[in-house]
């Protein structure tokens, strides 16, 4: 009996909707809201998010970066490079085990073959997808492109179609590139000091909710791991939480 109320209620409302044109936009627009956002996406709209991502590794520094994140309970997302070594076998499995998130970045990083054209930037993708599943079962859509999907080939003649070509496929084949909101410039060069990361973060947080954060994970780039601690206790000071990178994450890309 209380169905069949709803039921009326339900089908009553859309006619006075209809009838008396009730605020139809609004209802069009509220409308769209649940399909386009996930519960728990909604539920994130409002808070301060910090998505720490390492690129390039593992490297002989992932070790350190691990036990700095465990110390402060915070998980990252790392874009990942294909790395055999034995030390790095160990990289990937903690990073793993120990909660962070782990996607795609190139298995080779070498502009010369990654960027050579379209096919040969899936080659090397693929690559880097089949050495992570057969090893540690892992499988991401997540990606970033070496330098990001508006790097300096973008802006060439030669390689813009290519790099357009890449972005289309990828979008087509059903990954999500994802860049980045701050830059902490420790890419620049190793010789950037651990002071300007820092403050490049903390200049890049201003009035900004969602913030996702560019730092390297590279042998020669010490000063991104000393610079670390201060950067997440800056976020957290600021009232962010930490989060990693997924599907549901929303899209921060440059183009
Ligand atoms: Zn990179």
């Given at each position: 009996?209380?169905?069949?109320?709803?039921?009326?209620?339900?089908?009553?409302?859309?006619?006075?909707?209809?009838?008396?044109?009730?605020?139809?936009?609004?209802?069009?627009?509220?409308?769209?809201?649940?399909?386009?956002?996930?519960?728990?996406?909604k539920?994130?709209?409002?808070?301060?998010?910090?998505?720490?991502?390492?690129?390039?590794?593992?490297?002989?520094?992932?070790?350190?970066?691990?036990?700095?994140?465990?110390?402060?309970?915070?998980?990252?997302?790392?874009?990942?490079?294909?790395?055999?070594?034995?030390?790095?076998?160990?990289?990937?499995q903690?990073?793993?085990?120990?909660?962070?998130?782990?996607?795609?970045?190139?298995?080779t990083?070498?502009?010369?073959?990654?960027?050579?054209?379209?096919?040969?930037?899936?080659?090397?993708?693929?690559?880097?997808?089949?050495?992570?599943?057969?090893?540690?079962?892992?499988?991401s859509?997540i990606?970033?492109?070496?330098?990001?999907?508006?790097?300096?080939?973008?802006?060439?003649?030669?390689?813009?179609?290519?790099?357009?070509?890449?972005?289309?496929?990828?979008?087509?084949?059903?990954?999500?590139?994802?860049?980045?909101?701050?830059?902490?410039?420790?890419?620049?060069?190793?010789?950037?000091?651990?002071?300007?990361?820092?403050?490049a973060v903390?200049?890049?947080?201003?009035?900004?909710?969602?913030?996702n954060?560019?730092?390297?994970?590279?042998?020669?780039?010490?000063?991104?791991?000393?610079?670390l601690?201060?950067?997440?206790?800056?976020?957290?000071?600021?009232?962010?939480t930490?989060?990693?990178?997924?599907?549901?994450?929303?899209?921060?890309?440059?183009?």
């Open positions: 009996m209380k169905n069949m109320l709803k039921l009326f209620l339900s089908v009553a409302g859309s006619f006075i909707i209809i009838l008396f044109g009730v605020d139809v936009q609004n209802v069009q627009v509220h409308a769209m809201v649940p399909e386009e956002m996930t519960p728990l996406l539920s994130k709209e409002n808070q301060k998010i910090a998505y720490l991502t390492f690129d390039d590794g593992p490297s002989l520094n992932t070790m350190e970066i691990l036990d700095i994140l465990d110390r402060y309970h915070v998980k990252a997302t790392f874009f990942v490079k294909g790395n055999e070594e034995p030390y790095a076998k160990e990289c990937y903690e990073m793993i085990s120990r909660g962070h998130a782990i996607a795609l970045h190139s298995y990083h070498d502009y010369s073959i990654v960027y050579r054209s379209t096919e040969s930037f899936f080659q090397d993708l693929n690559r880097l997808e089949t050495m992570l599943q057969k090893e540690y079962g892992i499988k859509r990606v970033r492109l070496p330098g990001g999907s508006n790097n300096r080939l973008r802006h060439q003649a030669a390689t813009k179609p290519i790099i357009n070509g890449i972005l289309q496929q990828l979008k087509e084949k059903g990954y999500i590139y994802i860049d980045w909101s701050i830059d902490s410039t420790d890419g620049f060069s190793p010789s950037i000091r651990e002071q300007q990361i820092i403050t903390q200049k890049g947080t201003k009035n900004q909710k969602h913030v954060i560019l730092l390297h994970d590279i042998n020669s780039m010490k000063n991104t791991v000393e610079a601690p201060d950067i997440i206790e800056f976020l957290k000071k600021e009232g962010y930490f989060d990693t990178i997924d599907e549901t994450t929303p899209k921060m890309q440059f183009n």
